[in-house]
């Protein structure tokens, strides 16, 4: 946007111009624009947390009781490798359930049992209360 200021007359003097040449101011504006964005320090999103200090004397960690109970092609239960009857199954869940730190249940069921003795293994653990039950791979049986 400019203007000419000065007369139309026919005279020797040239006519003054007032326009203003912003590309120079906008190219300034613009260098400070990137070295503001450039200098400004990265934010650390970060919170400072007071840890605890561990003791000088930490107590081993106990290793887990472990019971296996494999469970054979025809239903025969085994209860860490010693053949056991169904009647015994609830009342050594109970023993194990009642102990202060509850062994670790690992069912290993052949590939070829029926599914109803498996789920009757699992449904009797549920129903004492034994919190550490899982399936287990089994190499001698599968």
Known sequence: MGMNVGSSSGGDEPEVMMDVNTTP????????????????????????????????NPTPPTEPKIVEIFIDFDGTLF???EQ????????????A?????????????????????VAHVMATAQRIGLKKLGMVGNEQFL
């Open 84 to 95: 056991i009857e169904k009647a015994v199954l609830e009342p050594r869940m109970t023993t």
């Open 25 to 56: 101011l906008i190219d300034v504006m613009l260098v400070l624009l990137v070295m503001l964005i450039i200098t400004i320090p990265i934010q650390l999103h970060a919170v400072n947390l007071d840890m605890p200090v561990p003791s000088k």
């Open 79 to 81: 209860w860490n490798g």
């Open 97 to 117: 359930s009642q102990d202060a730190d509850q062994p670790e249940i690992h069912i290993k069921p052949h590939k070829l049992v029926d599914y109803g003795h």
